[in-house]
């Protein structure tokens, strides 16, 4: 069955500590993304990546970094330099064909600051 | 700077009227137009999609209209069903830039 799993459904992080959030996908898609999503915010680009090894800042990576050492892994570390953590955080993928494309989403991780 | 503005923000529409959901765009180089359905604690999905070399799709219940001249683009849901109350995402992107750029939503509630 293929798809975007990320984990855990919820995350709860205290002040100063830096969490991470997994995506994982079996999709053989090359290119993942990241997004935040706030109510009436619609859905803003924190990195994404083209390619395994190369990655680029979205509209919004301050506070966040990410690591693409493998095709279908694509993990989020939300710092303690984001003071305001708290959102929806939406994983995505595409094929990377480098024409406009279909973006999947995985079901989401919702983060909350205790 | 928001390149896509998406109205209105929320809608509520009585079972088997007509939902319409507008988006205006500012980036003449946008070259491809999804709407996104995304149901309460889910990740979005794909519902349809155009591209500006054609003024209208349309599949099943669901119609894409596109205005070129004016950078509009609409979302037309006929015989709107309970079923379909979820907030409705536009979106664009140009060339073979991946990003995506989101509107900010409209949140459909369709009454039985």
């Known amino acids: 069955d293929g798809g975007i799993t990320q984990s855990p459904k919820y995350l709860f992080r205290k002040e100063g500590q830096n969490v991470t959030l997994s995506c994982e996908q079996n999709?053989?898609?090359?290119?993942m993304y990241w997004y935040r999503q706030d109510p009436g915010q619609g859905l803003r680009l924190i990195y994404y990546?083209?390619?395994?090894?190369?990655?680029q800042k979205g509209d919004i990576a301050e506070g966040y970094s990410v690591s693409r050492e493998k095709k279908e892994s694509f993990p989020l570390t939300v710092t303690s330099a984001q003071k305001n953590p708290t959102a929806f955080y939406l994983c995505?993928?595409?094929?990377?064909?480098?024409?406009?494309?279909?973006?999947?989403f995985g079901p989401g991780t919702r983060l909350l600051v205790l | 700077q928001q390149q896509v503005k998406q109205s209105p923000q929320s809608l509520i529409v009585q079972k088997g009227g007509i939902s319409i959901i507008n988006c205006a765009y500012e980036n003449t180089a946008f070259d491809y137009f999804p709407w996104y359905q995304q149901f309460p604690g889910k990740g979005p999905a794909l519902l349809i999609a155009i591209r500006p070399d054609v003024s209208e799709k349309k599949e099943g219940r669901f119609t894409i209209s596109f205005n070129k001249s004016a950078k509009q683009f609409s979302l037309h849901i006929m015989d709107s069903q309970p079923g379909d109350s979820a907030t409705y995402f536009c979106a664009a992107s140009r060339g073979s830039n991946y990003k995506l750029t989101f509107g900010k939503g409209t949140l459909l509630t369709v009454n039985p």
């Open positions: 990546s083209q390619i395994v090894n190369d990655f």
């Open positions: 995505a993928s595409s094929i990377g064909t480098g024409t406009p494309e279909t973006q999947y």
């Open positions: 999709l053989n898609h090359d290119a």
